[in-house]
């Protein structure tokens, strides 16, 4: 099953949470780039089989904008992105 991004968009207050489903432990690996291009923040941990959420906790570094989320989460790629709104 996928991954998914929420709240999507995201006020400046808030961080956004990535939600994903593991059949077994798994390494997750993930980049958060601007529309540049630039990368913002690197997580890199492990998880535990079933269901997922980990919280991307994000600051002020994070300007309204759109925000893309690329690297693995297992053997699977991800690819998503979200919106930073403000309130």
Do not use: C, M, W
Request: no cysteine; glycine share 6%.
């Amino acid at each position: 099953s996928g991954v998914k991004v929420f709240p999507n968009p995201v006020l400046t207050t808030e961080s956004p949470y990535l939600y994903f489903e593991l059949s077994k432990a798994a390494d997750v690996k993930i980049s958060i780039s601007n529309v540049a291009g630039h990368i913002i923040k690197q997580i890199e941990t492990d998880f535990p089989e079933g269901q997922t959420t980990l919280q991307l906790d994000i600051d002020e570094s994070f300007p309204p904008g759109i925000y893309y989320i690329s690297g693995r989460v297992g053997t699977r790629r991800i690819h998503e992105r979200f919106v930073r709104v403000k309130e």
